[in-house]
């Protein structure tokens, strides 16, 4: 792999993080996070579908005509969120239940959007891959961080398992917070990351 598709990988941990620094998919961010199961399931999710997409786009992108581009691109993102609903309904049912209405709404995430048209319409498909993949992963990242934020402390488990009483903190008097897995505080924490992401890299400062 060149330097160049390995870098479209890699900047959207940090320097161009969908979430911390675009300011995309921030809806579901709130929604999925309560658990860290749902969260990890709806990372993975959104990862293949705008990695797959990215592909097929780059391939299909000299014979989508200019007018319909949007529509294409939201039929072939449709096939790819129908499949991964089904996928999930069929293996991780309990998840999926959880997940609700959110699996469908991939379908208008802005990030699988945004990378489709400011990347996947203009590059070849390996860059387009590769880029589908990194913004997958960085989104993938904030989610599993929030996730596991508020489930450790809001529920005192992890993946369902009672952390909190098996390392004996309620019997120091540690009581669950609430707060943790109410909406707002997955805003609270992604503005608590975005401000310790820009003050560790100076040239977020200056944007």
Known sequence: MSTKN?????MPFNKNNP???QVLGICSCLAVTAQLKPAVVMAISVT???????LIISLLRNTIPPRIRIIVQLVVVSMLVVLVDQVLKAYVYDVSKQLSVFVGL???NCI?????EAFAMSNPP???LCDGIGNGLGYSIILVILGFLRELFGSGTLWGYPVMESLGFYNFGYENNGLMIMPPMALILVGIIIWIQRTRNKDLQEN
Do not use: C, E, H, Y
């Not at 699988?112 to 489709?116: C, D, E, Q, Y």
């Open 6 to 10: 390995f870098d479209l990988i890699k």
């Open 19 to 21: 979430v911390t620094v």
């Open 48 to 54: 293949v579908v705008v990695a797959l997409a990215n």
């Open 106 to 108: 991939i379908i208008t």
């Open 112 to 116: 699988v959007m945004g990378r489709l």
């Open 126 to 128: 390996l860059p387009s």
